[in-house]
C-alpha cells in the first residue's frame, strides 16, 4: 500500500501570508501513460466533511479561491495558500487515487492564524 | 445540486451489526462509482471502500475485509455500507463520497455527506 506523509503537522501563519503544506507518497502517483499525478488536497473545516480543493495534483476544483495551489509530481507534492484568509483555518489532507486501492490520504495539516 | 445523505449510525456493541445508508440525488447516480470514507473521533481521514456504476466491482481497505459489504440499488439511487463483527476501532463518522464517472476507480472523491456517526461500545 502506499503510505503518504504530510509535513509540518500545524502551522500558524500570519493572515495575508503564504501557507505551504508538503505531502510526500511512499511511491509514485505519477502515470506516464496520461502524464497525470493520481493526487488529490482537500479541506476540512471543525464540523464539516471535507471538501475537494485539487485534483490531479494541480487541477484546481470549480469555486475554489486562485489563492489555492497544487504542484508537484511523482512522490513530492505541495499545496500552497497563497495568501491565507481567516476562512482558510481549517485541516488539510492529501490523498493518493493511484490504481489499485487503497487510496490513501495523509495524516493532515492544521492551519491556524497566527 | 449534489446531494448525499447518510444514514443509519449509532451505538453498537462489540460484534454488532449496522447498516448505513446513503441517499443521492442531484447527479446521475447510476454513472458514478461511490465510496465511503471514515473519520475516528478527533483523527484523519479513512478510505474504507468503494463500488462500480452497476456492483459489479468492489474494494476494501484491509482492515474491513470480511466484515464490511459495500452495495448499492441504483433505481434508489442509493448506496449502502453492511457492517458485521463491529470492534471498537471502527468508531468513526462514515461519510458516503461520490467519485470517479468513468471505468476506473482511480479518481479523487468529489462530493461528501455531512457524515454519520458509528460508536462501538459496551
Known amino acids: 500500500d502506499i503510505v503518504m506523509t504530510q509535513s509540518p503537522d500545524s502551522l500558524a501563519v500570519s493572515l495575508g501570508e503564504r501557507a505551504t503544506i508538503n505531502c510526500k507518497s511512499s511511491?509514485?502517483?505519477?502515470?506516464?501513460?496520461?502524464?497525470?499525478?493520481?493526487l488529490a488536497w482537500y479541506q476540512q473545516k471543525p464540523g464539516q466533511p471535507p471538501k475537494l480543493l485539487i485534483s490531479?495534483?494541480?487541477t484546481r476544483e470549480s469555486g475554489v479561491p486562485d489563492r489555492f495551489s497544487g504542484s508537484g509530481s511523482g512522490t513530492d507534492f505541495t499545496l500552497t495558500i497563497s495568501s491565507l484568509q481567516a476562512e482558510d483555518v481549517a485541516v488539510y489532507y492529501c490523498?493518493?487515487?493511484?490504481?489499485?486501492?487503497?487510496?490513501?490520504f495523509g495524516p493532515g495539516t492544521k492551519v491556524d492564524i497566527k | 445540486e449534489v446531494q448525499l445523505v447518510e444514514s443509519g449510525g449509532g451505538l453498537v456493541q462489540p460484534g454488532g451489526s449496522l447498516r448505513l445508508s446513503c441517499a443521492a440525488s442531484?447527479?446521475?447516480?447510476?454513472?458514478?462509482?461511490m465510496s465511503w470514507v471514515r473519520q475516528a473521533p478527533r483523527k484523519g481521514l479513512e478510505w474504507v471502500a468503494t463500488?462500480?456504476?452497476?456492483?459489479?466491482?468492489?474494494y476494501y481497505v484491509d482492515s474491513v475485509k470480511g466484515r464490511f459489504s459495500i452495495s448499492r440499488d441504483n433505481a434508489k439511487n442509493s448506496v449502502y455500507l453492511q457492517m458485521s463483527s463491529l470492534r471498537a476501532e471502527d468508531t468513526a463518522v462514515y461519510y458516503c463520497?461520490?467519485?470517479?464517472?468513468?471505468?476506473?476507480?482511480?479518481?479523487?472523491?468529489?462530493?461528501w455527506g455531512q457524515g454519520t456517526l458509528v460508536t462501538v461500545s459496551s
Open positions: 463520497a461520490r467519485t470517479s464517472s468513468n471505468n476506473w476507480a482511480a479518481s479523487p472523491s468529489y462530493d
Open positions: 442531484g447527479f446521475t447516480f447510476s454513472s458514478s462509482w
Open positions: 463500488i462500480k456504476q452497476d456492483g459489479s466491482v468492489t
Open positions: 511511491q509514485s502517483v505519477f502515470y506516464s501513460s496520461n502524464n497525470k499525478n493520481y
Open positions: 490531479w495534483a494541480s
Open positions: 490523498q493518493q487515487y493511484h490504481s489499485p486501492p487503497p487510496f490513501t
